[in-house]
């Protein structure tokens, strides 16, 4: 068995999606850093979907500003960029916003659906078994 790479886990972080203009872009999943300063900036507890999506709405400029420059990998999206080659965060077509806010969320896991489900497995107790465990390389 070898470890993994650090391209081949960042790769699994990631996929390209088509926004509705039609466009190519790669994403990636959210990440614990830039999860935590979107709660943080959202004054919103973690496990609250229902308050997280309420917050997104109402403070959306923000939650563009930090989510898109984290998560769109390629073409490369700032909030104030002095490279041409950059897309601004201003630059991104409102539906293709909406779209993408939607994609990162669904692919992190952090829809509403998906908390339900995390929240019913944590009320399982856990069951380890030797197959969990893997020896020491």
Do not use: H, W
Request: aromatic share 6%; glycine share 2%.
């Amino acid at each position: 068995m070898s470890i993994t790479s650090a391209q081949e886990y960042k790769a699994r972080r990631q996929k390209v999606v088509r926004l509705p203009s039609g466009a190519l872009f790669k994403i990636r999943k959210i990440s614990p850093k830039v999860l935590g300063q979107l709660f943080s900036a959202l004054n919103v507890q973690p496990g609250n979907p229902e308050q997280l999506q309420q917050s997104f709405i109402d403070k959306l400029p923000l939650v563009i500003d930090i989510l898109f420059p984290s998560c769109i990998v390629e073409p490369r999206v700032e909030v104030n960029p002095s490279d041409p080659n950059v897309l601004s965060v201003d630059d991104i077509d409102p539906n293709d916003a909406f779209f993408l806010i939607n994609a990162i969320m669904e692919f992190s896991g952090l829809t509403e659906e998906a908390m339900r489900q995390k929240r019913n497995f944590r009320q399982e107790p856990a069951r380890t078994t030797s197959a969990d465990v893997v020896p020491n390389a």
